[in-house]
């Protein structure tokens, strides 16, 4: 066998050593490829795009449910009906989250295209459109940072005044006991009757409608309403890291023609130097 071995090493000299170079040449050469690839992925942008999508899908769930607890509540305890059904508010609200799910995936193409040599390469035929469209994102998405400032401090307000309510629930000691609400009187539209179709006062509540409103309404209701708030504050941060990359980026763009000038009267003038060494020289 040591003999064969010789033979085999003499016929294919050097063997061993080409296939480890073949080896060692596809490893850098797959280490250069996934270098180039995260090199054009957009982490800033990818997290904050995971951090609001994330956020609007929890705060869609929290907020159809307390809307669902809530129409039922008004219905079944202040004798009220909605004069929007459930179906049409899951439909508003689906289709602002497909509203902003279709901005997530804008900004994220758009900082796709203008990371690292991806931006480099698209920046000289497309920089015009570059720059529009990182300024129209930005409008967009401070218009987007508005609107869900709005929605986090209703949320916020309203788990507020859920906490208030479950206080006013828990002094109540005794079964028997009635939830007296006529301090609130002013907060209901003076067109409406203040009475039951029983005779009872409307904002007291008694036996079923004190647990309906306190036990079914109260306990799950708040703790959906602080969720939807801290859902609707995920996705204000995500929504500040979107201006900031596409503030970043459009600076890039801009700032890329001046580079590239200075980068061409450095080389012109450098040429020129050495135009006159050469004829200085004879």
Partial sequence: SEITRDVLCRRRPGSAVSVSGKQRWFGMGCRRSCLRCLARVPFATLVATVMCCAGVAIFLGAVLRAVDSTIRMLEVVFERRSPYGPSELRAAALVAAALMGLLELCLLLVGCLTTGPTRERLGNRARVG???????????????????????????????????????????????????LRQFEFLVSQETTPLRHTGEPLLLLCGAQRKEFCKDWVEPSGLLL?????????????????????????????????????????????????????KDRF
Avoid: P
């Fill in 130 to 180: 570059g720059r529009l469209s990182c300024a129209l994102l930005l409008a967009l998405s401070y218009l987007a940072l508005l609107a869900w400032l709005v929605l986090a401090l209703f949320m916020a307000i309203s788990a507020l005044l859920c906490a208030l309510a479950g206080a006013l629930c828990n002094q109540l000691r005794q079964e028997q006991q009635c939830l007296d």
């Fill in 226 to 278: 602080w969720l939807g708030a801290a859902a609707a504050l995920l996705v204000l941060l995500g929504l500040v890291q979107h201006l900031m990359c596409l503030a970043a980026n459009y600076a890039h763009l801009r700032d890329q023609q001046k580079l590239l000038d200075l980068q061409l009267l450095q080389d012109l003038q450098d040429t020129e130097m050495t135009t006159l060494g050469s």
